[in-house]
């Protein structure tokens, strides 16, 4: 299994009120410079959170959300320091509760 780090958040926060496009373009770039697969992707309405180990995560979320996932925990944390009002945490997938850690449900 892999573990999967996430900052997650309403979509009103992520895609809107923050500069969210901005860092992940820079991002992508700085990867391209270092020659760096992308492990970040950005979800909307992210099915994990459905998940029974989630469950006081999604009390949290009030609206439709939004996740960046990634396998480091660095940009993860950086991620939480960046936009402060995100909820952060991981999780092992594929698992049965969580086979397909990328999948939207809308």
Do not use: C
């Not at 990867?31 to 029974?52: M, Q, R, S």
Request: overall charge negative.
């Amino acid at each position: 299994m892999t573990i999967y780090y996430f900052a997650i958040a309403s979509q009103d926060f992520l895609l809107h009120e923050e500069p969210l496009e901005e860092v992940l373009r820079e991002r992508i770039n700085h990867y391209k410079n270092i020659e760096k697969v992308i492990d970040f992707w950005l979800i909307v309405n992210p099915e994990f959170i459905n998940a029974t180990e989630m469950a006081s995560i999604k009390k949290q979320l009030t609206k439709p959300s939004a996740a960046i996932l990634s396998h480091n925990k660095t940009f993860i944390e950086w991620l939480k320091l960046r936009f402060g009002f995100v909820i952060t945490g991981e999780f092992e997938s594929p698992s049965n509760e969580i086979p397909s850690p990328l999948k939207s449900s809308g």
